[in-house]
């Protein structure tokens, strides 16, 4: 009896994509080609918001002449550009990355920009064609390449570089890959509509396939806060990350450790946390046991000393900008938008952003579950698997009889949630995990602002309510004027009947507080 012998090997990250695509959002053509336009724009955001710069986006779909079902995707940006030495790997060598540190960005897994390249070649088979700037350089960079995917590796087909004759400064990215316009459209324009929502600062300019162009453009020169980078807060480290930051620490006792490659620990608090873990606070961190690590990653974990993690490194939309972007894309009656205090979720700092908009442009919903739902992740719109969504099950929940909004209603709820740790539900980051931190806070969020909507539909209710009796009051006062006339005025009765009317419209408006009510006859017409 013959034994088979199994064969083990190891494969490279952009083999492990290359054969599962679906992981990454790339499940189809129409999916791939609203994923590519969304990792480069995302990209592009990154390099220009982040660094205090009023983003100037141009994204074009073209037609490819020949092949039917492939594109052309062309996004160009004025952001900080890519140094030249980096072009390669940044788009040729998947998990490489400026984004694996502590500081949000919209991009989390250095997966996006290097999947719509692999996407691309694999279905069409173009290099990728890159131009960049950085922003105090005097040259304009080129490169055409495609990834060794076996290797993970870039190979650069050309390279080359010329003066610029302009003062531009960012990335243009020009890629081909097969794609699905007439299944994707709509999602990719309302992407870019959600897009241009919460980034009211923006000027975006797309151009589709068929030739129709969107200009969205900025309405505040505000940009949010950039986030900035800062050290690991204890709660969120375990024993692997903890090693890793012994390795690369120059540290000489592990007292200093703890002060320096940390937020919020101090002396005093250095010394009570080794005291706890039973380690030496003067003993050399390189000289740790195994043994000793896992006593300290466990009780940097279970620490009740520790203040709550900084939220320096988040960059949140801010109400104002929210309450704009809401404005002026549905010209709602009602806007209101808050920021919540951060929280923490696993040591990671959290800020939830909640807006609600009611009226307007909105098309009215029929019950909860067919609310308009804006959701965004680190300022991403997310247009997919709405239903497994935190926010979804938040927004389904709520009693709306109890905040007076009755179905079919128009009425929109934003949810934004920022944070370096996204508990997304996949790699493609389209649905948020229903973590009970997260959750509490979009509840508590959203029950503040309906609080205030139940408010504006009293005041809207009761506006209503005057109005219709003033008009019930006013609509009989031309008979009791010609009838009060003819008893007092004798000589003039058509004067005493003007007179009339106007001082008992007069009287009414007094005592009923209307405005808006200009005369009895504008009245009169308007209910016959």
Not at 310 to 324: F, K, M, T, V
Not at 363 to 368: Q, R
Request: overall charge positive; glycine content about 6%; proline content about 6%.
């Amino acid at each position: 009896m013959s034994v088979s012998v199994e064969r083990f090997k190891a494969i490279s990250p952009s083999e492990f994509f290359y054969r599962n695509k679906e992981l990454a959002g790339f499940a189809n053509p129409a999916r791939a080609l609203y994923q590519a336009v969304r990792e480069f724009v995302e990209n592009s955001l990154d390099a220009t918001d982040a660094h205090g710069i009023l983003p100037n986006i141009k994204v074009m779909i073209d037609r490819d002449q020949e092949k039917e079902n492939v594109y052309t995707i062309t996004v160009e940006d004025n952001g900080i550009g890519i140094p030249p030495h980096y072009v390669p790997q940044a788009f040729g060598q998947v998990l490489f990355s400026s984004k694996y540190i502590l500081r949000q960005t919209r991009g989390m897994f250095g997966l996006g920009a290097k999947m719509v390249v692999l996407y691309g070649q694999i279905t069409v088979g173009r290099p990728v064609e890159i131009y960049t700037s950085p922003i105090k350089s005097s040259r304009i960079y080129y490169f055409k390449m495609l990834i060794d995917i076996r290797n993970n590796t870039p190979n650069v087909l050309e390279r080359s570089s010329w003066h610029k004759e302009s003062n531009w400064h960012g990335t243009r990215v020009k890629v081909s890959l097969l794609g699905d316009w007439s299944r994707s459209k709509s999602r990719i324009v309302e992407y870019i509509r959600r897009t241009a929502l919460i980034a009211p600062y923006a000027t975006i300019l797309f151009r589709d396939p068929d030739g129709n162009t969107y200009i969205f453009r900025r309405v505040t020169d505000k940009i949010p806060p950039p986030p900035k980078e800062v050290k690991p807060h204890p709660h969120g480290v375990d024993l692997e990350m903890l090693r890793f930051i012994v390795s690369i620490s120059k540290a000489k006792t592990v007292k200093e450790l703890l002060m320096k490659e940390f937020q919020g620990v101090g002396s005093v608090t250095a010394e009570r946390i080794l005291e706890q873990a039973g380690i030496d606070p003067r003993r050399s961190p390189k000289k740790l046991t195994r043994s000793d690590l896992v006593k300290l990653a466990d009780t940097l974990k279970t620490f009740s000393g520790f203040r709550r993690p900084s939220a320096d490194h988040l960059s949140p939309i801010g109400s104002d900008l929210i309450e704009l972007g809401l404005k002026t894309m549905f010209n709602s009656s009602f806007v209101k938008a808050i920021t919540r205090k951060p929280t923490a979720y696993e040591g990671h700092a959290v800020i939830v952003e909640v807006g609600v908009a009611f009226g307007g442009k909105i098309k009215p919903a029929k019950d909860p579950n067919d609310i308009l739902l804006l959701r965004f992740a680190n300022k991403i719109p997310l247009l997919y698997d709405e239903r497994t969504d935190v926010a979804f099950k938040v927004v389904s929940g709520i009693d709306w009889k109890e905040y007076s909004v009755d179905f079919p209603s128009q009425i929109a709820v934003l949810v934004h949630v920022c944070s370096t740790k996204i508990p997304y539900k996949g790699v493609g980051k389209e649905s948020v995990a229903d973590v009970p931190e997260i959750e509490a806070e979009i509840r508590r969020g959203l029950r503040e602002i309906l609080r205030s909507l139940r408010t504006y539909i009293h005041q809207v209710r009761r506006a209503e309510e005057i109005k219709r009796r003033a008009y019930t009051l006013i609509k009989y006062i031309p008979e009791i004027s010609r009838g009060l006339a003819i008893i007092g005025y004798d000589g003039n009765p058509s004067k005493g009947i003007e007179i009339l009317e106007s001082k008992l419209f007069e009287l009414v408006k007094r005592k009923v507080n209307v405005k808006g009510i200009r005369s009895v006859r504008d009245v009169v017409v308007e209910i016959e």
